[in-house]
T-cell receptor, first 111, second 113 residues
């Protein structure tokens, strides 16, 4: 069955460092992959989309990579700030209506 | 800015009750979704709708039904609530194309006693 793995353990980093979150998927080949941010008690908010023919996508301090050989996406936040503390969800999609969401990785950025 | 509004932030119901969760979006989106979110399990799709009166089952439709009579409104119905349906319920909407981002409401935390 289709499976998405994100680090279940929280990631703790110091302000100003780069945070790197991992998303691995198995048993399917997504046409694109989305990343979302979720704050406690709120719904997820869309951040970035990367397509299978794109190796890398950037938006301000965010960078996403997509390696279809490794079946992996990496999500980087450079110059991290305490306000970046949240849970980050990856969501690979094969092109249909059904998007499968990972359970998310909790990020804590300490001042 | 897209706004997806869920009718209640918190709801407490009793076992066996029929429960209605309402969701309204204001951006004329074709697609609407209902998920439940449980710790460690991520978002699981219950039902989605790609047009008025159209619906498709997601991964966990058992015990739920949906209604979409108007484009902007998508309702989730728990026919006979059970304690294992205690969860956070999230509604989302998106434009027609499958690669469009989903816009979420802030969720309804439902407790079934």
């Amino acid at each position: 069955s289709q499976k998405i793995e994100q680090n279940s353990e929280a990631l703790n980093i110091q302000e100003g460092k780069t945070a790197t979150l991992t998303c691995n998927y198995t048993n399917y080949s997504p046409a694109y992959l989305q990343w979302y941010r979720q704050d406690p008690g709120r719904g997820p908010v869309f951040l970035l989309l990367i397509r299978e023919n794109e190796k890398e996508k950037r938006k301000e301090r965010l960078k996403v990579t997509f390696d279809t050989t490794l079946k992996q996406s990496l999500f980087h936040i450079t110059a991290s700030q305490p306000a970046d503390s949240a849970t980050y969800l990856c969501a690979p999609n094969t092109g249909g209506f059904k998007t499968i969401f990972g359970a998310g990785t909790r990020l804590f950025v300490k001042a | 800015d897209v706004k997806v509004t869920q009718s209640s932030r918190y709801l407490v119901k009793r076992t066996g009750e029929k429960v209605f969760l309402e969701c309204v979006q204001d951006m004329d989106h074709e697609n609407m979704f209902w998920y439940r979110q449980d710790p460690g399990l991520g978002l699981r799709l219950i039902y989605f709708s790609y047009d008025v009166k159209m619906k498709e089952k997601g991964d966990i439709p058992e015990g739920y039904s949906v209604s979409r009579e108007k484009k902007e409104r998508f309702s989730l119905i728990l026919e006979s609530a059970s304690t294992n349906q205690t969860s956070m319920y999230l509604c989302a909407s998106s434009r027609r194309d499958s690669n469009q981002p989903q816009h979420f409401g802030d969720g309804t935390r439902l407790s079934i006693l």
